[in-house]
């Protein structure tokens, strides 16, 4: 966040500096609407950063161009995010309230990470159902839910739920869809998410990284993986509304037909399939092995 808070340090020091100059027909001594605007703001939530106009433009300029030149970025890629959602938001959770899944999702406002999801438990779940298949899905990434950053720049405190929900539950479309969490094939959800929930980040991430593919994954990328990515993800059911931590008991090829989500075509995985399934067996005889700790 060091980078973020240079940022903003310098675009409200020069809207402090656009105060001293008052308007024709103000007295300079007068605090000017640029001043009120700075002082004024108070958080709306916690970890909540309010911005004015120039300070919130002066951001999503440079974390466009950080996002753009270092993907890896994560705090410039969130917060550009959080800048240029405000428009989709509303309509997302209005998508929410028109559910009851969605409803029940925003009453409860659930979040996800390691803390929250007992890992374990999934592992005990049978294979083929959603929390065997996300336990199976981590391992052979190799990532853990503990690495999304949260929302800063969204003022509304239930949309800004809104935004980290969608956020958190990145990981879940990925493992819905069987795709891993190389460049081709996190392009290839993002065309997926935008055609789905049509955020503006994934338009963006899916206008701008295939530059960094080589001419033969981008082509395979445009060939094969967009045209699925649209046309699967339009006609889906939006993913926002769906409470993914009440189903992972539930089958995942019936989960995939209730949304509408086919498989896409077969990607680049850096794990064979047989070792993730191995990491998680061992996972579920730890956890077998601390139940009967317990019981015993």
């Known amino acids: 966040m060091s980078l973020i808070s240079t940022a903003l340090r310098a675009s409200r020091q020069f809207s402090r500096n656009l105060g001293i100059i008052a308007p024709a027909g103000h007295a300079v001594s007068s605090p000017s609407r640029w001043q009120k605007r700075a002082v004024n703001t108070q958080p709306a939530y916690e970890g909540h950063i309010p911005l004015n106009w120039f300070e919130a433009g002066f951001?999503?300029?440079?974390?466009?161009?950080?996002?753009?030149?270092?993907?890896?970025?994560?705090d410039m890629v969130a917060a550009l995010g959080d800048l240029t959602s405000g428009p989709v938001l509303p309509r997302l959770r209005d998508a929410m309230l028109e559910s009851a899944e969605g409803r029940?999702?925003?009453?409860?406002?659930?979040?996800?990470?390691?803390?929250?999801?007992?890992?374990?438990?999934?592992?005990?779940?049978?294979?083929?159902?959603?929390?065997?298949?996300?336990?199976?899905?981590?391992?052979?990434?190799?990532?853990?839910?503990?690495?999304?950053?949260?929302?800063?720049?969204?003022?509304?405190?239930?949309l800004a739920y809104v935004m980290q929900r969608y956020r958190e539950c990145h990981d879940f479309y990925h493992c819905i869809c069987g795709l891993p969490v190389n460049v081709e094939s996190e392009l290839a959800l993002k065309f997926f998410e935008f055609a789905n929930l049509g955020l503006p980040m994934a338009g963006f991430a899916a206008a701008f990284g295939h530059l960094r593919l080589t001419q033969a994954k981008r082509e395979r990328l445009f060939r094969e993986f967009v045209p699925w990515a649209i046309k699967c993800g339009s006609s889906a059911q939006s993913l926002i509304t769906v409470y993914w931590e009440k189903?992972?008991?539930?089958?995942?090829?019936?989960?995939?037909?209730?949304?509408?989500?086919?498989?896409?075509?077969?990607?680049r995985w850096s794990k064979p399939l047989s070792e993730a399934k191995a990491a998680a067996a061992r996972r579920q005889k730890n956890a077998e092995a601390k139940m009967q700790q317990v019981s015993s």
């Open 59 to 74: 951001l999503t300029v440079g974390s466009a161009l950080m996002a753009l030149t270092n993907p890896r970025r994560g």
């Open 104 to 158: 029940q999702i925003l009453k409860d406002r659930p979040r996800v990470n390691s803390h929250t999801v007992d890992m374990d438990k999934l592992a005990l779940l049978p294979e083929g159902t959603f929390g065997n298949a996300y336990v199976t899905w981590l391992e052979r990434c190799g990532v853990t839910p503990d690495t999304r950053e949260p929302v800063h720049y969204v003022d509304d405190p239930e």
């Open 247 to 267: 189903r992972w008991e539930q089958n995942v090829e019936d989960m995939k037909k209730e949304f509408g989500i086919w498989d896409p075509p077969e990607p």
